[in-house]
């Protein structure tokens, strides 16, 4: 049973446009979520998280927005740069999950092209 | 370095072999978590170490995983009677605290293994 899922496996933009990557979760007793970056033959880094009783968490060129009736969540990336291309997982976690284990998607990889 | 070491980065061993990996966290950081991920897909939840005292460890697969943290520092995780289907990058992460808003988990490189 997946219950955070990305379906996009993959994304590609162009330089200074905006990038949006998206996510789907089922437990509604989720009550955080986090993005984290990957690059190859690195582990995954930390990159925006937000509290389900917000809907908007803004951190510099990156944004995460919250639907909690949808149940969806989306990463969005203004403007992306060609350093930005990795792999980016959203993770959720929250009341169900004891020590706040954190539930992976399976990724999207983004790619910026110069 | 301050970020949280896995060793050895590499690991290529037979069907049927024992393999330990090796985990170093940040300093300070109370909680250990251990994750596994396979081509294509995102870390899978293994095992959670709070102090000394493994606080989660749904995610074990079977019998032949086990992890300790003995000095509520460095924690080995270790495989039995590997399988083929055991190969994976097996990834090692710190925090704070328990995971949570405020105490994202702090990831190592991994150790990719493979089981011949």
């Known amino acids: 049973d997946q219950q955070v899922k990305q379906n996009s496996p993959s994304l590609s933009v162009q330089e200074g446009r905006i990038s949006i990557l998206n996510c789907d979760y089922t437990n509604s007793m989720f009550d955080y979520f986090l993005w984290y970056k990957k690059y190859p033959a690195e582990g995954p880094t930390f990159l925006i998280s937000?509290?389900?009783?917000?809907d908007k968490n803004e951190d510099g060129r990156f944004t995460v927005f919250l639907n909690k009736s949808a149940k969806h969540l989306s990463l969005h990336i203004v403007p992306s740069q060609p350093g930005d291309s990795a792999v980016y997982f959203c993770?959720?976690?929250?009341?169900?999950?004891?020590?706040?284990?954190?539930?992976f998607g399976q990724g999207t990889e983004l790619s910026v092209k110069p | 370095g301050a970020g949280v070491s896995q060793t050895p980065s590499n690991k290529v061993t037979e069907k049927g072999k024992y393999v330990e990996l090796r985990c170093d966290p940040i300093?300070?950081?109370?909680?250990l978590y251990w994750y596994r991920q396979s081509l294509g897909q995102g870390p899978e939840f293994l095992i959670y170490f709070q102090g000394t005292g493994a606080a989660d460890d749904s995610g074990l697969p079977n019998d032949r995983f086990f992890a300790v943290r003995p000095e509520g520092s460095v924690s080995t995780l270790k495989i039995q009677r590997t399988e083929r289907g055991d190969s994976a990058v097996y990834l090692c992460?710190?925090?704070?605290?328990?995971?949570?808003?405020?105490?994202?988990?702090?990831f190592g490189n991994g150790t990719r293994l493979t089981v011949t």
């Open positions: 992460a710190s925090s704070l605290r328990g995971a949570g808003l405020d105490s994202p988990l702090h």
């Open positions: 993770a959720a976690s929250g009341v169900g999950n004891q020590g706040g284990k954190l539930i």
């Open positions: 300093s300070g950081h109370t909680a």
């Open positions: 937000i509290s389900s009783i917000k």
